[in-house]
């Protein structure tokens, strides 16, 4: 009976998996506006999962409504033409004013202890962790290379999974962080970086692009896609959660399938933008 629950589980985990990467690279490849509501959407529904999730962390009150309306908001504004870096640093400014008058109303119509910097902080931490590095993605679509930046970008991102799961299963013998999460390993972590180069290096070959700077994609997610990874276990752990949520069949939430995106999407968006 408990084989073939494992079975039926990992069939939907197969073909809910199938699904993700085929809307997602359907998305990539449409671009313009149906990758932005594709990435907008998992956005929100990642950020309500995070809600919930900080909502359970030591009493914490979260009011939601601020930051769903500036995360749409600042999502918007980036599927415009190339919006300026100053525009949606006043909407985050914006954000943070209106979530802390909220606080002070709240504060002021109730009796009890006050909690406003746990809440404020993580309305607008779930901004910044969340909608800004989706909003970064969406950005990356509208440049040159896009594209082939962006189908890189999640091919790393699925050969350090795959890498890491694989390593960790025939090599994990060294704890990463236990008191985080307790599967991960040393040998995992070393694995996933190398499926993320050997990804890399095939998207490399397949979109005939020169491997500088695309190879830096590589070491993004090989390294701090796996950090983002343990950031979310972090979250979970503190939360007392095994998942984020139940919305992708065999996955668990959106928040658990596109947790090493967030942190590999801002970085890369830093580097080949900003930086370089």
């Keep these: 009976m408990a084989g073939l629950r494992a079975d039926t589980e990992l069939r939907l985990r197969t073909l809910s998996g199938i699904g993700i990467v085929a809307v997602i690279l359907w998305g990539i490849n449409t671009g313009g506006l149906v990758w932005a509501v594709i990435a907008g959407i998992i956005a929100l529904v990642s ?32 599927t415009g033409n190339n919006p300026q870096p100053v525009v949606l640093g006043m909407i985050l400014s ?6 802390m008058s909220v606080e002070v109303f709240r504060r002021q119509m109730s009796a009890g202890n006050s909690r406003a910097v746990m809440n404020s902080g993580a309305v607008i931490s779930g901004v910044l962790y969340i909608t800004v590095p989706w909003t970064c993605m969406v950005m990356l679509r509208d440049y040159a290379f896009g594209r082939q930046v962006l189908d890189t970008l999640f091919f790393c991102t699925w050969g350090c999974d795959v890498g890491a799961y694989i390593g960790g299963k025939m090599f994990g013998t060294t704890k990463l962080c236990e008191h ?38 590589g070491f993004i997610c090989g ?11 972090l979250i979970k752990r503190e939360a007392g959660e095994k998942d984020s949520g139940h ?14 995106i967030l942190f590999s999407g801002l970085l890369t968006y830093l580097v080949l933008r900003v930086i370089l």
Excluded: W
């Design 94 to 99: 914006l954000c943070v004013l209106c979530v």
């Design 247 to 260: 919305v992708i069949p065999g996955h668990g939430g959106m928040l658990d399938r596109f947790d090493s």
């Design 180 to 217: 985080v999460s307790p599967g991960k390993t040393l040998q995992g972590f070393i694995a996933g970086i190398i499926g993320s180069l050997l990804a890399n290096a095939g998207a490399i070959y397949f979109f005939s692009l020169p491997s500088y700077p695309l190879i830096l994609i």
């Design 223 to 233: 390294i701090f896609g796996q950090l983002g990874d343990l950031a979310e276990s």
């Design 47 to 78: 950020l309500g999962e995070y809600y919930r999730l900080a909502g359970k962390i030591r009493g914490a009150r979260i009011s939601p409504g601020m930051g769903y309306i500036f995360s749409l908001v600042f999502l918007l504004v980036a």
